[in-house]
């Protein structure tokens, strides 16, 4: 069993940087794309990045794309977020997909999600 925890949100001004990280334990980290998603209050979960199992290809919405960046080593990934704005206020979610390997980004297609990470940006 994949359990994955968040760490790393706060509240921050805009134009500010914050740097999320996802910790897991169980499975086989290697083989499993990664993702990160996030949900506003009164709005549905939505998806912002994610990585292969290699590293080796990363993808993101559209909405982050040029601010964010997706990483990962044998044991997190992580999100690097800059030029914050308050928009980009939600509560992120890492999760794990056991059946896709080069990136996912549906919500349906991951298997194993965290509790989430709250980001504040103020204006």
């Known amino acids: 069993q994949v359990q994955l925890v968040e760490s790393g949100g706060g509240l921050v001004q805009a134009g500010g940087s914050l740097r999320l990280s996802c910790a897991h334990s169980g499975g086989t980290w290697s083989s499993y794309a990664l993702g990160w998603f996030r949900q506003a209050p009164g709005k549905e979960r939505e998806f912002v990045a994610t990585i292969s199992w290699s590293g080796g290809g990363t993808y993101y919405a559209d909405s982050v794309g040029g601010r964010f960046t997706i990483s990962r080593d044998n044991a997190n990934v992580y999100l690097q977020m800059n030029s914050l704005k308050p928009e980009d206020t939600a509560l992120y979610y890492c999760?794990?997909?056991?059946?896709?390997?080069?990136?996912?980004?549906?919500?349906?297609?991951?298997?194993?999600w965290g509790q989430g990470t709250q980001v504040t940006v103020s204006s």
């Open positions: 999760a794990a997909s056991v059946r896709v390997i080069a990136g996912a980004w549906k919500i349906e297609e991951y298997d194993y």
